[in-house]
């Protein structure tokens, strides 16, 4: 296999075509694209997406935003993290490294994430080194969110 490439998405409206058909496999609860619609500004360069093509198609994408230690509540001590969102790869291109690929391009930060899986998910994640972070009911709000830490850093006792 090729050399993996993840891209900034540019905010713009090919991009949005792209992100419909996304929303034609049905994960609607995953689709970017209101955040998209929200967001539109041509080829805005500060994009939040990240995405992989194969050739001019769109095959996987993901939100990437990082959240400065300000509001740091997961980790010790408290410092920027990243928010890793709406991962999501097309069905024919599952079980080919991509979402692993989107997954080590945030990493290479070298910045804690945070993550909501998708049911079902759980397994893909724990491949990736997250784990559960440990349950705060006025924090996580009724998610169940998974986490990374990078070497050095600790989950933050509550």
Same mark, same amino acid.
């Given at each position: 296999?090729?050399?993996?490439?993840?891209?900034?998405?540019? #905010?713009?409206?090919?991009?949005? @075509?792209?992100?419909?058909?996304?929303?034609?496999?049905?994960?609607?609860?995953? !689709?970017?694209?209101? /955040?998209?619609?929200?967001?539109?500004? @041509?080829? /805005? !360069?500060?994009?939040?997406?990240?995405?992989?093509?194969?050739? =001019? =198609?769109? #095959?996987?994408?993901? *939100?990437?935003?990082?959240?400065? !230690?300000?509001?740091?509540?997961?980790?010790?001590?408290?410092?920027?993290?990243?928010?890793?969102?709406?991962?999501?790869?097309?069905? /024919?291109?599952?079980?080919?490294?991509?979402?692993?690929?989107?997954?080590?391009?945030?990493? *290479?930060?070298?910045?804690? #994430?945070?993550? =909501?899986?998708? #049911?079902? *998910?759980?397994?893909?994640?724990?491949?990736?080194?997250?784990?559960?972070?440990?349950? /705060?009911?006025?924090?996580?709000?009724?998610?169940?969110?998974?986490?990374?830490?990078?070497?050095?850093?600790?989950?933050?006792?509550?």
């Amino acid at each position: 296999m090729n050399q993996i490439k993840v891209e900034k998405l540019l #905010i713009n409206y090919k991009t949005l @075509e792209k992100f419909k058909r996304f929303k034609e496999y049905g994960n609607q609860e995953l !689709s970017m694209l209101e /955040d998209l619609q929200n967001n539109i500004v @041509e080829n /805005d !360069s500060e994009s939040p997406f990240y995405g992989i093509y194969l050739g =001019n =198609n769109l #095959i996987a994408r993901m *939100s990437l935003y990082k959240v400065t !230690s300000k509001y740091d509540a997961y980790f010790e001590p408290p410092q920027d993290y990243l928010e890793l969102w709406k991962l999501e790869v097309l069905p /024919d291109y599952r079980g080919q490294e991509y979402g692993k690929a989107l997954v080590d391009f945030a990493k *290479s930060y070298q910045l804690p #994430i945070k993550t =909501n899986p998708r #049911i079902n *998910s759980h397994g893909f994640w724990e491949k990736m080194g997250f784990q559960k972070a440990r349950y /705060d009911m006025e924090r996580d709000l009724g998610e169940n969110p998974l986490i990374w830490m990078p070497e050095g850093v600790k989950e933050k006792e509550n």
